[in-house]
């Protein structure tokens, strides 16, 4: 099997949906030998910031001499970013053969009786194979969908538990209330377990102790006094660490714009104290190293300064909201959007949030089954309002509207990852990145 026959045989089991529960993914690990039982796993839930705490986790790890590997989803440009160690994403030709032992295995599985198992749970066993073969020290490990039933959860042993913010999303799923949703998250807590809380409403936080208490688990609550913003700019925030008992903190630097990206912080940073105190070697130094070097593609991301151009991956009404409050802390005036958003993402309500800063609007349909037309979404937006909104069928039309700006205008990409990643591609190929925000 080749890269290309890997990632066609890997799309190609979209078609069996997605179907929560663990009995798939536990026996194709078995058959895999288990290689989830390898190394330390930091298994991190919630419904956004789970990506920016996995990347500022995976950073201090590695800064600390750790062989460190991350799993994200979903992919921006290139599949190859769900799986990385180190911030080196797999080789296409280990992916490749690890597909194709997969695929025997699920061969195996079917013949057996058991349903054939879906994309995700295909790319989790390719995942943790891939990982187990290199011999990696931790894993920092993003649910993909809920938490208790998600394939993820085959971990029995995790280090450290974590659940970041809760908001609504994939209600079909996980529920129709906060409750239900933060349920279904708390799902990840194991027997024994440390578990790391992001700060949030007194309702989600008592469904998550009580899962909690019910596994013997202790809970470490962020805590939102142990910090104190210094100052931002469009290249990064600074903090001070308040709290000096395991790590000594003056200043912080992250690259994440956001107040939100601040709380996501100060979430690894009680993780990683945990881990600390657990016996392994990570200073002070090497936070601050770690946290100055990440960055999150397609979050908050300016890659141009004249015009401002910006891309956010706010997929769901909890992040467009993170998105438009970041939006007006650090840019005044009109804005001119393109936005694209999947059907089941409340689109009426990301408008709601989106219409009132918007100088026009430009509508694109995100590259996926279940993507809103654009030419639907501009429909919806003249129900709305009298913002000029003009629907593209091509995304090669993005270049002449941005090429007819003035300097000083501020054009942001907003909604869907499956939008945000084809545009940051096609902006990268044709001259922009963030390395045009060097001082």
């Not at 990347?55 to 769900?82: A, D, N, Q």
């Not at 397609?298 to 769901?316: A, C, M, V």
């Not at 945000?420 to 390395?435: D, E, F, T």
Request: proline share 3%; hydrophobic share 40%.
């Amino acid at each position: 099997m080749i890269y290309e026959e890997a990632i066609e045989f890997i799309h190609s089991t979209y078609r069996f949906g997605s179907k929560l529960g663990l009995d798939r993914i536990k026996r194709l690990m078995e058959l895999l030998g288990n290689p989830q039982n390898n190394y330390n796993i930091i298994h991190v839930a919630g419904t956004n910031g789970k990506g920016s705490t996995c990347s500022l986790i995976h950073e201090v790890l590695m800064e600390s001499g750790y062989k460190t590997g991350l799993f994200i989803s979903p992919y921006l440009e290139e599949f190859t970013e769900r799986i990385q160690i180190n911030k080196q994403q797999i080789e296409k030709d280990s992916l490749a053969r690890i597909t194709a032992l997969v695929k025997d295995k699920i061969g195996i599985m079917v013949s057996e009786g058991y349903d054939h198992p879906t994309e995700f749970e295909l790319v989790t066993a390719i995942g943790f194979k891939y990982f187990q073969e290199k011999k990696i020290d931790f894993l920092v490990l993003e649910v993909g969908l809920g938490g208790r039933f998600d394939a993820t959860n085959v971990v029995e042993k995790p280090l450290v538990c974590v659940i970041t913010s809760i908001s609504y999303d994939h209600m079909e799923q996980l529920g129709d209330t906060l409750e239900k949703i933060a349920f279904e998250k708390a799902g990840i807590i194991k027997e024994g377990a440390s578990l790391v809380v992001y700060p949030q409403s007194d309702i989600i936080k008592n469904i998550i102790k009580d899962s909690a208490k019910g596994k013997n688990a202790s809970v470490h609550e962020v805590d939102i006094n142990n910090f104190e913003k210094i100052s931002c700019n469009i290249t990064g925030q600074w903090f001070k660490y308040l709290k000096r008992d395991v790590f000594e903190l003056p200043e912080v630097k992250i690259n994440l714009l956001g107040e939100h990206q601040l709380l996501n912080a100060l979430t690894a940073l009680l993780t990683l104290e945990i881990i600390k105190k657990q016996g392994f070697n990570i200073s002070s130094e090497s936070v601050i190293k770690g946290f100055s070097n990440c960055k999150f593609p397609g979050r908050f991301e300016i890659i141009n300064k004249s015009p401002i151009i910006i891309l956010d991956g706010g997929h769901n009404i909890d992040g467009i909201s993170s998105f438009t409050k970041t939006l007006t802390e650090y840019f005044k005036g009109k804005v001119t959007f393109f936005f694209g958003i999947l059907k089941d993402k409340s689109p009426e309500e990301a408008l709601e949030l989106l219409l009132p800063l918007a100088k026009e609007i430009y509508t694109l349909t995100p590259l996926s089954p279940r993507a809103l037309k654009a030419r639907e979404l501009a429909e919806l937006i003249e129900k709305h309002s009298n913002i000029k909104v003009t629907p593209l069928d091509n995304y090669l039309d993005i270049l002449s509207v941005i090429k007819n700006a003035g300097k000083n205008e501020i054009i942001a990409f907003s909604g869907s990852l499956y939008m945000i990643g084809s545009v940051r591609k096609l902006l990268r190929n044709n001259g922009m990145s963030n390395s045009l925000l060097s001082p």
